[in-house]
């Protein structure tokens, strides 16, 4: 995938509910890990729009096998298979460009409002939220989950 923003005809294929939904799951992952092991690196996005997470393995193939979310849990209990995991999702937030990743930050990292966000990026609330389905078709293509979003 390019750097660009996703074209509308694609953009329509796509139930936004559906892709933030798995979203979601995958940032609930996050505080479950958090809540269980409070020292565990995760994949942050930096001031300057850079993904980082410190203990990044490299992985052959970025699709997550099952995002069911208690099977995530079940599976992250491995120290290995976490690191693969959170590696995997490090991989899919890099195909991200800086507006689609300052866009997906402040919406599932910080938690802002539509009107928060738009006064933050100065786009009105429609190009915000053709960036951010764009975001998120992107970040589920490259975990391989997009398949489940279609309209």
């Known amino acids: ?5 996703l074209g509308k005809d694609e953009l329509s294929l796509y139930d936004y509910v559906k892709l933030r939904n798995i979203i ?7 505080k479950y890990l958090k809540r269980t092991d409070d020292k565990i690196a995760l ?5 300057d729009y850079r993904v980082r997470y410190e203990q990044f393995i490299p992985v052959n193939n970025s699709v997550v096998e099952n995002c069911v979310l208690r099977n995530m849990m079940l599976e992250t209990k491995l120290e290995n298979k976490r690191r693969r995991l959170l590696s995997k999702i490090t991989i899919a937030l890099r195909k991200l460009n800086n507006l689609e990743m300052q866009v997906f930050d402040l919406t599932f990292y910080k938690c ?3 009107d928060e966000i738009t006064e933050i990026i100065n786009y009105g609330i429609d190009k915000l939220r053709e960036i951010r389905k764009s975001a998120c078709i992107k970040f589920l293509s490259a975990l391989g989950l997009d398949d489940r979003c279609f309209k």
């Open 24 to 30: 979601l799951d995958i940032f609930k992952l996050f």
């Open 43 to 47: 994949p942050k996005i930096t001031q």
């Open 1 to 5: 995938m390019n750097n660009t923003l």
């Open 112 to 114: 802002k409002s539509e």
